[in-house]
């Protein structure tokens, strides 16, 4: 799976980015392939990637959070890393150490998250999430060795 051409898919073609000036930055820095199935790339990245896009479409334009979106693919050890960080103005609600939804919609909504997290614990990695009052990041990182989908 070419990761790289996913990315660039993407920030080509988002629609909302484009019709709203979301400035989608994207820095990948892996190799041709990988042993991650192109599925479970595909649901991080779109999950990762519709998240940062719904907070910022939540910015005001007359604020001084920029309308930017920052995603980073790498590899690091045998790791694979996914860092997205994106300006945010809602707070942050935890439950039980899970991040829970804004939308009033709660049964269709705050699943994205959660898919990230199953498929991380399948490649033997984990998610990370760091906020303040005006970003939020998310650290992905899942195992190249040893994992179970192989």
């Known amino acids: 799976m070419k990761i790289s051409r996913l990315t660039q898919f993407y920030s080509k073609n988002s629609e909302i980015a484009k019709k709203n000036n979301i400035a989608l930055h994207v820095s990948c820095k892996v190799p041709k392939e990988l042993p991650v199935s192109q599925v479970d790339l595909c649901s991080i990245l779109t999950n990762l990637l519709h998240n940062a896009e719904r907070a910022v479409l939540e910015i005001p334009e007359n604020t001084e959070l920029k309308q930017r979106i920052s995603l980073s693919v790498w590899i690091e050890g045998d790791m694979l890393m996914f860092r997205i960080t994106n300006p945010n103005k809602n707070p942050i609600i935890e439950k039980n150490g899970k991040l829970v939804t804004t939308k009033t919609d709660k049964k269709n909504h705050g699943l994205g998250m959660e898919i990230i ?5 399948q490649y033997n990695g984990d998610v990370h999430i760091e906020h ?9 990182m899942l195992g190249l060795v040893n994992t179970s989908s192989n």
């Open 117 to 121: 997290r199953q498929i991380a614990i």
């Open 132 to 140: 303040d009052d005006s970003n939020f990041t998310v650290l992905v």
